[in-house]
């Protein structure tokens, strides 16, 4: 079993729409987790931390699930420039490095 | 702030020639420091990191080698590219801890 799995999509969505990815991670000691965002032919960047209790930046909202070891992204009332891939990311723990989905790609259509 | 430099942009090199690109941080002290690689519509690919000078850990066996001279710096080689070498090379930092990675611009890498 893959250490962390996604959906690889492609998510094609009209603009305005309400779309969910989830990731599922293979190590119940994971102990921190990321969604970073990815566009075309650039670097990844930061799009947000996902913490136990939820939580929301504007119009992403992310959610951890220890127990059936899955985080989710929301993405509400989509933008054309939402379109990116977005990779789950999780560390274990201590200086351990990050271990990277390998994305979920969305376009988001006028 | 915190800054992370890597160079070149983009390079071009025949098969079998030498490869250095160089990773640079500032405005931050004993970094963990990664090399990735990502082939064309792939996923990330862990090459090294590295948590202090001289301390590298190698996650795949390749052709490819690293070194950390000091403490912002992070250099990616190779004595000799084969044509898979090809890719695009991210370097990264993070503080120390579960803590969420910061990538260069990268470098696209192409053997000819």
């Known amino acids: 079993r893959k250490e962390v799995e996604q959906d690889p999509g492609p998510f094609n969505v009209p603009e305005g729409a309400t779309v969910a990815f989830n990731c599922t991670y293979s190590n119940s000691a994971s102990q921190s987790f990321f969604w970073y965002r990815q566009d075309c032919r650039k670097e990844p960047k930061l799009l947000m931390s996902?913490?136990?209790s939820g939580n929301e930046d504007g119009r992403f909202t992310a959610q951890l699930n220890r127990a059936s070891q899955y985080i989710s992204l929301l993405i509400r009332d989509s933008k054309l420039s939402d379109s990116a891939t977005y990779l789950c990311v999780v560390i274990l723990g201590g200086n351990t490095p990050l271990v990277f989905g390998k994305g979920t790609r969305l376009s988001v259509i006028a | 702030s915190q800054t992370i430099h890597q160079w070149p942009a983009t390079l071009v090199q025949p098969v079998g020639s030498p490869l250095s690109l160089e990773c640079t941080v500032e405005?931050?002290?004993?970094?963990?420091l990664y090399w990735y690689r990502q082939a064309a519509g792939r996923g990330l690919q862990l090459l090294f990191y590295?948590?202090?000078?001289?301390?590298i850990s190698s996650e795949v066996p390749q052709n490819l080698s690293a070194s950390r001279p000091q403490d912002r710096q992070f250099i990616l080689s190779s004595k000799k590219l084969l044509l898979s070498d090809s890719g695009f090379y991210l370097c990264?930092?993070?503080?120390?801890?579960?803590?969420?990675?910061?990538f260069g611009d990268g470098t696209r890498l192409s053997i000819l």
């Open positions: 996902v913490y136990s």
């Open positions: 405005g931050t002290s004993n970094p963990n």
């Open positions: 990264a930092w993070s503080v120390r801890g579960a803590q969420p990675q910061h």
């Open positions: 590295s948590v202090g000078i001289g301390q």
